[in-house]
């Protein structure tokens, strides 16, 4: 069993940046894809950013890219989403997810998610 607590959340302005974290529990960390998604008041929740196991490859949904960065400490069990150049649009509750493929993610573990308010 793997535990996910997000942290770092907050309120920011636009154009301003802010890291949100992910801590998990357990010794399998470094065995999982991480990933970060976000939802919105009133939609679905979305794509955000994923990490292979060894933090080489990275992918992005096609808001956020060039924008986010994901990284992870594997021996520190954190997965990070750094975010720059902020828009309000980027108003959303995020979660870290993981598990063992990236097809089955949005059926792995899952944090209680942190809240980032981005004003306008």
């Known amino acids: 069993q793997v535990q996910l607590v997000e942290s770092g959340g907050g309120l920011v302005q636009t154009g301003g940046s802010l890291r949100v974290s992910c801590v998990a529990s357990g010794r399998t960390f470094s065995r999982y894809i991480m990933g970060w998604f976000r939802q919105a008041p009133g939609k679905e929740r979305e794509f955000v950013a994923a990490i292979s196991q060894s933090g080489i490859k990275t992918s992005y949904a096609d808001s956020v890219k060039g924008r986010f960065t994901i990284s992870r400490d594997n021996a520190k069990n954190t997965v990070y989403l750094q975010m720059n150049s902020l828009k309000p649009e980027d108003t959303a509750v995020y979660y870290c997810?993981?598990?063992?493929?990236?097809?089955?993610?949005?059926?792995?573990?899952w944090g209680q998610g942190t809240q980032v308010t981005v004003s306008s």
């Open positions: 997810a993981g598990d063992s493929t990236i097809l089955t993610i949005s059926k792995g573990y």
